[in-house]
């Protein structure tokens, strides 16, 4: 018996934040982002709650994959933050209603930070194994606009807003091989009490719109997300690597066989360095990201840059496909899987 992942369907919200509009927001410079980071503009939602932009990553999944959300056993939605900083309801409850689930289905929420989407995938793959459920839809969904402080250089240049959506389901055919999860505690150091990837209460600058081609900004008390960005970059170049190689181990495959890695876009200084170092050690396949215009939207970043790769035909069919992603917790895990398309 095997587990088939079908997808992803992604929304992508439509404004539009370059490095030039954060040059008026913050002392910065597209200079800085983009040699330090790769990233020349990302997407941010100024209507859309991460439920709304989930609901929109399923229907494009049903528009890509045919399937009636009658059919869906169950849903699991990796985010962060909830619509309006509610820490609940699950959002994946809220989704599984928006779009016509079957009632009574289990709909939960999972938090791994970034790693989110990957580990999402573990637990569904897992439940389908084990025989609890058929088949069930794994969500990343992402509006960290809402809690970036637009005054905090050191952070708001890094992250976008976006969503993906897979269908996951019972089969005899080679789909998900293996999956692994990891963490290790942040628990921060001298000036960093709280980790050194997490978030405070203070006031911060949001966006709150856009009037005439500008971004309007209100100041605001409130979580936001704060970051020693030298010590996640450490954490992050050493498991990268690692967690792809740990995902291949014991399952009969080796770099050379992998044709896409889909690494967590983050910054491309860490994929980079994971990619020489995959590289160096026998990978052959492209290393594939899209973090240029998304920026890092968290959990949903894997999936955008797998909707790309698949349009841009670097994701074929039969495609032996590693997603590897890091976060906060900190937390760090990888996907093995043969892409399909049709069901
Ligand atoms: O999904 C997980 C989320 N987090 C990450 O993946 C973050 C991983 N870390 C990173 O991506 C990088 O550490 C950053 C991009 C955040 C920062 O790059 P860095 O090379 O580690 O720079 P730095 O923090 O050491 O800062 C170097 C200098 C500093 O100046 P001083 O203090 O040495 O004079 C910063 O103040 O660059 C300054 N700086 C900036 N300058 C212009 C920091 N942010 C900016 C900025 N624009 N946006």
Redesign the pocket.
Known sequence: MGVTIYGPGVHIPETVLTNAD?EKL????DE??FS??GMRERRISLDKGVREMGTLAVYDLMSRVPFSPEEIDEIILATNVHDGNRTFPAHAALIAGDIGARKGIPAYDQIL??TGLVGAIRTGYNNIIAGVVDKLLVLGAERISKFTDYAD??????FGDGAGAYLLQRSEEEGVIKNVLGSEPDMGGKGWPNGY?TTEKREGLQIVSKNNGEFQTEKRKKNYLI?D??K??KF?ARVMKQSVLDVLEGTGYSLEDVDVVLP?G??I??VNAAKKGLEKEGLKGVVFHNLERYG?T?TASVPLAAAEAKERGIIKEGSLVVNVA???GFTYGANLYRARFSR
């Open positions: 954060l913050v002392d910065t410079s800085w982002i330090r980071t930070a970034c250089r050191h952070t708001c240049v890094l990837l970051m960005g030298g996640v970059l992050a967590h983050a910054n200084r860490i890092n968290s890091f976060g906060a």
